[in-house]
């Protein structure tokens, strides 16, 4: 019988009681979590343990390293064209990754986009990707490298069970034990698998506001501040953007209504602020990658973008010239008062999307391809009583009145204008 080096108890014991963790027992608690030596309910108590006293920088940077050694990592050196990845940490109507994979392999890097699915009010980059017709989301190392070495260059897929195993049993434990909102085990769930996929540069869009994780920009600051430093720390050139997420991105929220926006976007048209992120974003990839002056809003103008997403849809079995999934029962929420739109509540249009069908409450429910909400005003506009101002989409009619119930006050009407919605970028933090 092998003998332990520690007992989870006197580890869950020093962090209740405020004391750091050494490097040995943040080893052995990640190793024997992921062997099963630590049983759910220890590592409950010590995540909410971590939730109320914090880690420092030393064992943030360990406990993240610990977790990338649980598994497999992925080596990308041998491929012919420099990585760059991009992460959000989750919004309502955030389809960026769409544009922005494919835009960026079009100057030939190669974007490893390992994503993941949504998960209560935020919608997951396979959900809305499923909805084409064909496509996988499940690919073996050998199809993403071949995608990323001679194919179209920019693959988007589900991360292999061998990547960073301890993080996969962590994150579904903190879901269940209200520990997620926690900038250390964000951090290390988030840089440890980005580290261990092997990318060579990274950029981080970190949402703060209503609809995102991070409600308060001290907090967003801090957690991407800590991001970017564990990539340093990893020799991944990493930078962050802290994002605005008081209203949904874009006109759509729901899977196939944000392919469908998504291509917009491709085609050279789409909503203003979807635009302004996906180049941002795409800029930054590009100056990671030694381009600096690549030029990606010519690429979305002149249809290189396009035809670049249209190959990788093939790649990964998808049709991208089938019909995408359309609801059969819509309603719609119309204006009470005449005057201005001068707010949106991005969480509550998060939670009636999930309730109409777009999300799920567990990782083991299906998706409605075809529900989400069309957002057809936007604060600062003008409005009229009486005048649609969202279109409810779902199969399933019996799940409006819910819906309707989550989108209550959430949007609100004044007799003045209070400004068009300005920049989505708040800030730009690098390694200091």
Known sequence: ????LFDAVDIIAAKRDRFRLSDDQIDWVIDAYTRGVVADEQMAALAMAIFLNGMDRSEIARWTHAMIRSGERMDFSALPRVTVDKHSTGGVGDKITLPLAPLVAVFNVAVPQLSGRGLGHTGGTLDKMEAIPGWRALLSNEEIMN??????????????????????????????????????????????????????ALVLDVKVGAGAFMKDREQATQLARTMVELGHDAAVNTVAFLTAMDVPLGRTVGNALEVREACEVLAGGGPADVVELTLTLAKEMLTLAGLPNADPEAALKDGRAMDKWRDMIRAQGGDPDAPLPVAPYTEEICAESSGYLTSMDALALGVASWRLGAGRARKEDPVQSEAGIEILAKPGEAVHKGQPLLRLHTATPQRF??????LAGAISIGPEATGEQGSVIIDRITAS
């Open 401 to 406: 009145e819910r819906a309707c119930q989550a």
């Open 147 to 200: 995608i990323l070495g001679t194919g179209p260059g920019a693959v988007i897929c589900a991360a292999g069970k061998g990547l960073a195993p301890a993080d996969r049993k962590l994150y579904a434990l903190r879901d269940t034990t209200s520990t997620v909102n926690c900038v250390p085990l964000i951090a290390s769930s988030i840089m440890s698998k980005k580290i261990a996929e092997g990318t060579g």
């Open 1 to 4: 019988m092998t003998t332990e």
